[in-house]
């Protein structure tokens, strides 16, 4: 660790900030990957039609909404840990620990998907992976590569994720271009209502669409993140929704497939009997290094979420531990292991139980950024949805009835299952005050400031404000003649951060 330690003082400083295009990238990893899995949403839909329609509209009222709040917020708390920080600001630490240990264990179980899924793949052209002895080695020798690239670098992982998406969005493309004699646009509004499966429908929407706000536990590790951010939110906005439309409208456009043929995969089928046996290796390769990304991309987030609440006091400091690549070490060490013993669940099972914990994460970050706009009006916020509180309350209402329908969909293993992760997080936070009271384990208190464990409301001593998000939380844990100071400061120290 002393070696890791020293490592931070001297190399991280000069450690490589994410730019643009890896952004975009990363951000289109955290919430799509490319095509791969959305099959299921024609079979769900009884057709074609509310599959199409569902990437047509969905983004409107739920995609569009929550990336303009993540660019907002993002923007004016640039530091890693994201969403933890504004629900801290808005709600005090508590429920900042409860969002950060609700989306660490959503983003652990999600990331459990992609090595399987990779499997899945190669095993329609080496059987072999569908025996367990053979299978178990694989998993636990991608996971661990994988696990070891993202402690390399971030800027590795974010120019790798460019090159993932470029090669896994291609053999799309040339399908798109080679079906476009043989559309049928009649057949792309087949719908056949008793086959909906609603539950199924609206849990593979919401999972192809969400994750917007992942990103935001990389602010600290954006170059220029007031102006980075949104552009790079709204270049991943457009290139998933082509992600999904242009292989969609092509397949079900081309081929009078029943529902029941578009399962998980069934893309490579449909790129063989569009454009023959080459075009099926390509989409299956791709779909292989997309599930690559997906991990890279969802591996990177819930380390640096990990990393930021521990400098926000909340972990104990070996979190925040760097190593000379400028990585939190111990982090990904973490949620690495959480995918490993998590990968033996079920795609069905593991999809249902991350919706649930993402969905209540999502209400609490649309009611804190309700509450931002009220309590701190003069926050610095160097991108702003354009709309007053009235205005993007709301924004808010419709996603916010999305994620109370999912919540309602879900089954009572998934209640229970939920139910148990939240009381876990309730007990662990008295626990971890308990053990930095008494001193059990080192924690960093150079952020202290920003979002104490113990009570924001305890005055706290004149220090000097380095940072936009200190700025942001500052005036919560100051007496006013403070607070009235950093306000004065804020421009200076937004400068500072850009």
């Known amino acids: 660790m002393g070696e890791e330690e020293g490592a931070s003082t001297s190399s991280i400083k000069t450690n490589p900030k994410l730019t643009l295009l890896p952004l975009i990238a990363l951000i289109f990893y955290e919430v799509s990957g ?11 839909g009884g057709g074609p039609l509310l599959s199409l329609l569902g990437f047509m509209v969905f983004p409107l009222f739920w995609s569009i909404p929550e990336a303009l709040i993540t660019a907002e917020l993002a923007t004016s708390f640039p530091e890693n840990g994201g969403y933890v920080i504004w629900i801290s600001s808005a709600f005090g630490p508590f429920w900042g620990f409860q969002e950060g240990f609700w989306k660490w264990f959503s983003g652990v179980m999600d990331n459990a998907l992609y090595p399987v899924l990779f499997l899945d793949y190669l095993k329609h052209s080496f059987p072999i992976f569908n025996n ?30 460019v090159s993932l998406a470029v090669f896994s969005l291609l053999p799309f493309l040339v399908m798109g271009v080679i079906s476009i004699p043989r559309i049928n646009p009649k057949q792309w509004l087949v ?9 199924g429908y609206f849990n593979s929407m919401f999972w192809n ?15 220029n993140p007031s102006k980075t951010f949104p552009k790079a939110l709204l270049g991943a906005v457009v290139l998933v929704v082509c992600s999904y439309l242009i292989p969609l409208l092509a397949g079900t456009g081309t081929l009078n497939s029943p529902s029941s043929e578009w399962t998980d995969g069934y893309f490579s089928e449909v790129g063989m009997l569009i454009g023959g046996l080459w075009l099926k290796w390509w989409i299956q390769a791709a779909a292989a290094m997309s599930n690559l990304g997906l991990f890279e991309a969802e591996m990177s987030g819930d380390a640096f979420q990990l990393l930021g609440m521990s400098d926000m006091g909340m972990l104990p400091a070996i979190f925040s531990s760097r190593s000379k690549y400028g990585t939190p070490t111990f982090s990904i060490l973490c949620s690495a292991t959480g995918v490993i013993f998590l990968s033996w669940m079920s795609f069905q099972e593991i999809l249902e139980f991350l919706n649930f914990l993402y969905s209540i ?7 804190a950024f309700i509450k931002l706009r009220i309590k701190k009006p003069d926050l610095h916020r160097p991108y702003r949805v354009p709309l007053e509180t009235f205005g993007v309350t709301m924004l808010c209402l419709p996603p916010a009835l999305l994620l109370v329908l ?32 008494r001193k059990w384990t080192q924690f960093d208190d150079i952020e202290q400031l920003v979002v104490p464990l113990d009570n924001l409301d305890t005055p706290r001593p004149k220090q000097e404000v380095s940072d936009e998000a200190s700025v942001s939380l500052l005036p919560d844990l100051t007496s006013p003649g403070i607070n009235q100071e950093v306000t004065e400061t804020s421009p200076d120290a937004t400068q500072k951060v850009e």
């Not at 669409?209 to 170059?223: H, I, P, Q």
């Not at 994460?361 to 009611?367: C, D, Q, R, S, V």
């Not at 969909?409 to 009271?437: N, Q, R």
């Open 209 to 223: 669409l969400n994750y917007w706000d992942k990103a935001s536990t990389l602010a600290g590790e954006v170059e």
């Open 406 to 437: 999912v919540m309602c969909l879900a089954s009572a293993t998934t209640l229970i299952v939920s139910v148990i992760v939240i009381i876990i997080g309730i007990l662990m936070y008295p626990v971890l005050v308990h053990a930095k009271d």
């Open 132 to 161: 367990m002895i053979a299978r178990i080695p694989a998993l636990l020798g991608i996971t661990v590569s994988l696990t070891y690239l993202n402690y390399r670098g971030l800027h590795i992982v974010g120019f790798s994720a």
């Open 34 to 44: 490319g095509p791969f899995g959305i099959e299921d949403s024609v079979r769900a």
């Open 361 to 367: 994460g999502m209400l609490l970050e649309f009611a």
């Open 191 to 199: 719908v056949d209502f008793n086959k909906v499966d609603w539950r």
